[in-house]
Structures are given as structure tokens and as C-alpha cells.
């Protein structure tokens, strides 16, 4: 068996899909089909259940995965050892940053990085938060920008970076821009416009109202601070979000008085990293710190 035959099987496992997990790693669908065929063949058994829409492992295919990331880890690590002796990084370096959020000192880490080191491959794909603390937790990312409810996930090696309270915005007029203080029973009596599920933001607002015991109208979830500013500008309902964001628009900002938790924006990374997510980090604490 060969690196690259796990490669493709990893890719086509978290991808689900063979077209994609080809698109992933570059070559043609009947390419990775055929090395994927060759891998079963090698170990006498088959990988992926392809009966259905999707591609989903079996019983051995799940067997396999983790040491077949294990394996690709292991390899990576070996080059990266022999760059950071030589002062040349190599590989790849796969980052996550939370749906929606534009967050100029992470691009000026990343361009940094890539300028140092032109040698590793950067990618960058946006998601909810929770997913990819799971991610970086397996090993399918190395780094992510995500947002939590109190404190980073566990876990994970991470750097806060924004600590603060959950905000209520509205239009001038608005009922809300008249509460002082606003307490989150009051801010639930209306319709509201916040982040959906498995983001920082939404995370605060739930584990709030579920301690209370309270059901907020949710009528609309988008994944951006700009379209929850806007929607809530034109009265669609209470946008719900933190105070540097809502800093950001033309409305009216009410903190949640009684929210104790508050919404936290850090950067996590694997624990033991290779020299690549180090040096990334690096950068990172530089860019972040310069930006506050």
C-alpha cells in the first residue's frame, strides 16, 4: 500500500463522495476509484459501501480511518522534521474560520505565512463552529477561527482573542433601544434574527435560554453579522449579536444584562502541533496582538 492510496482514502472518507474527494486531491474520478479498488484488494475487503448516494465506510473502512490519518500524520511529521533542520517548511497547512466573519489580522497571518513560507500549501474553507473544534480535535484540520459560548472548546491548544457580552440590536424607536437594563426574558418577548446552531453566538443564546427556561422566536438564522444587521434594520426582528460586532452598524446595541456567559472568538489548534501549525500560531498571536 502506498501514502498516496491513503491519502485518497481519507479524502473520499471525509468527502463522502468520490467526485469531490478527486476534486480534493487533484486528479480524475476514475483515478481515485481505481487506487481506492487497489487498496481493498491489497487488504481483502472493502472500504466504502457504495449502494447508497454517498460513499459511507464500512466496518473495516471505519477499522481503517484512523490509522490511515495516523499514518499520513506520521509521514507529514517526518517531512516537516527534515524542513525545520533545513529551514525549509513543506506540506500543508488546512485552516478553518467560522462562517460569515471577516477578520483582517487572520488574512495578515496567513499572507505572512505564506511569504515565509511559500513551500506549504494553505487551505482555508469556512464553517459553523462546532464542527471544526471537532476537526481540529481528529486531525482534519490544523488550525480554526471559531466562536464559543464562555471559553474555547477542550481539547484543543487555543488563544482567546475576543471576550465579550451578547448585544441586542434594533432600529432608533425600537422598544429595545429603551430597555435599561434589557434582561434576556424581555429580549425573548420579541422575534429575533441571530446565528444558527453550532456557531459561538447562537451557542450563548441557547445555553441562556434553556438555563431560564425560555423558547425564543427564532425567525430567522443567517451567517453573517451584515445580513443579521440588516434584516433586524429593516424590522424583521431583534438581531442578536456581540458588542464589536454590533460596534460595526448603524442601530441601536443593548447589552443582555443577565447573560453571563460571554461570546468568545479564538483561535484553536492541534495539540502536539508540527512546525508549520507552530510557526502559523506564531504569526497568528503577532497579527492579533498588533491589531487590539
Given at each position: 500500500?502506498?501514502?498516496?492510496?491513503?491519502?485518497?482514502?481519507?479524502?473520499?472518507?471525509?468527502?463522502?463522495?468520490?467526485?469531490?474527494?478527486?476534486?480534493?486531491?487533484?486528479?480524475?474520478?476514475?483515478?481515485?476509484?481505481?487506487?481506492?479498488?487497489?487498496?481493498?484488494?491489497?487488504?481483502?475487503?472493502?472500504?466504502?459501501?457504495?449502494?447508497?448516494?454517498?460513499?459511507?465506510?464500512?466496518?473495516?473502512?471505519?477499522?481503517?480511518?484512523?490509522?490511515?490519518?495516523?499514518?499520513?500524520?506520521?509521514?507529514?511529521?517526518?517531512?516537516?522534521?527534515?524542513?525545520?533542520?533545513?529551514?525549509?517548511?513543506?506540506?500543508?497547512?488546512?485552516?478553518?474560520?467560522?462562517?460569515?466573519?471577516?477578520?483582517?489580522?487572520?488574512?495578515?497571518?496567513?499572507?505572512?505565512?505564506?511569504?515565509?513560507?511559500?513551500?506549504?500549501?494553505?487551505?482555508?474553507?469556512?464553517?459553523?463552529?462546532?464542527?471544526?473544534?471537532?476537526?481540529?480535535?481528529?486531525?482534519?484540520?490544523?488550525?480554526?477561527?471559531?466562536?464559543?459560548?464562555?471559553?474555547?472548546?477542550?481539547?484543543?491548544?487555543?488563544?482567546?482573542?475576543?471576550?465579550?457580552?451578547?448585544?441586542?440590536?434594533?432600529?432608533?424607536?425600537?422598544?429595545?433601544?429603551?430597555?435599561?437594563?434589557?434582561?434576556?426574558r424581555a429580549l425573548c418577548a420579541y422575534p429575533l434574527v441571530c446565528m444558527p446552531r453550532g456557531t459561538g453566538l447562537r451557542a450563548v443564546l441557547d445555553g441562556a435560554c434553556a438555563a431560564r427556561g425560555l423558547s425564543p422566536t427564532i425567525v430567522v438564522e443567517a451567517g453573517a453579522g451584515d445580513a443579521i444587521a440588516d434584516l433586524a434594520g429593516r424590522g424583521l426582528g431583534v438581531g442578536v449579536?456581540?458588542?464589536?460586532?454590533?460596534?460595526?452598524?448603524?442601530?441601536?446595541?443593548?447589552?443582555?444584562?443577565?447573560?453571563?456567559?460571554?461570546?468568545?472568538?479564538?483561535?484553536?489548534?492541534?495539540?502536539?502541533?508540527?512546525?508549520?501549525?507552530?510557526?502559523?500560531?506564531?504569526?497568528?498571536?503577532?497579527?492579533?496582538?498588533?491589531?487590539?
Amino acid at each position: 500500500m502506498e501514502l498516496r492510496q491513503l491519502e485518497y482514502f481519507v479524502a473520499v472518507a471525509e468527502e463522502q463522495n468520490f467526485t469531490r474527494a478527486a476534486d480534493r486531491v487533484h486528479i480524475s474520478q476514475s483515478g481515485i476509484s481505481a487506487q481506492i479498488r487497489q487498496l481493498e484488494k491489497e487488504l481483502g475487503t472493502e472500504l466504502f459501501d457504495r449502494s447508497g448516494r454517498t460513499a459511507t465506510l464500512t466496518v473495516a473502512g471505519k477499522a481503517a480511518l484512523e490509522h490511515a490519518r495516523a499514518a499520513l500524520a506520521a509521514a507529514g511529521a517526518v517531512e516537516q522534521a527534515v524542513g525545520e533542520v533545513s529551514d525549509v517548511l513543506r506540506g500543508r497547512l488546512r485552516l478553518g474560520m467560522v462562517v460569515g466573519c471577516t477578520v483582517t489580522p487572520l488574512f495578515e497571518a496567513l499572507a505572512a505565512f505564506h511569504q515565509a513560507y511559500p513551500g506549504v500549501e494553505l487551505s482555508l474553507t469556512e464553517d459553523a463552529s462546532d464542527r471544526m473544534a471537532d476537526g481540529v480535535r481528529l486531525g482534519e484540520l490544523d488550525a480554526a477561527l471559531i466562536g464559543a459560548a464562555g471559553a474555547p472548546p477542550s481539547g484543543v491548544e487555543s488563544l482567546t482573542l475576543v471576550s465579550e457580552p451578547l448585544v441586542a440590536v434594533v432600529p432608533a424607536g425600537h422598544p429595545v433601544a429603551e430597555r435599561r437594563p434589557l434582561t434576556l426574558r424581555a429580549l425573548c418577548a420579541y422575534p429575533l434574527v441571530c446565528m444558527p446552531r453550532g456557531t459561538g453566538l447562537r451557542a450563548v443564546l441557547d445555553g441562556a435560554c434553556a438555563a431560564r427556561g425560555l423558547s425564543p422566536t427564532i425567525v430567522v438564522e443567517a451567517g453573517a453579522g451584515d445580513a443579521i444587521a440588516d434584516l433586524a434594520g429593516r424590522g424583521l426582528g431583534v438581531g442578536v449579536l456581540s458588542a464589536s460586532m454590533a460596534a460595526a452598524y448603524p442601530l441601536v446595541a443593548r447589552e443582555v444584562s443577565d447573560v453571563d456567559d460571554p461570546a468568545v472568538l479564538a483561535l484553536i489548534w492541534r495539540t502536539a502541533p508540527p512546525p508549520a501549525v507552530r510557526r502559523f500560531v506564531s504569526l497568528a498571536r503577532k497579527s492579533f496582538s498588533a491589531a487590539r
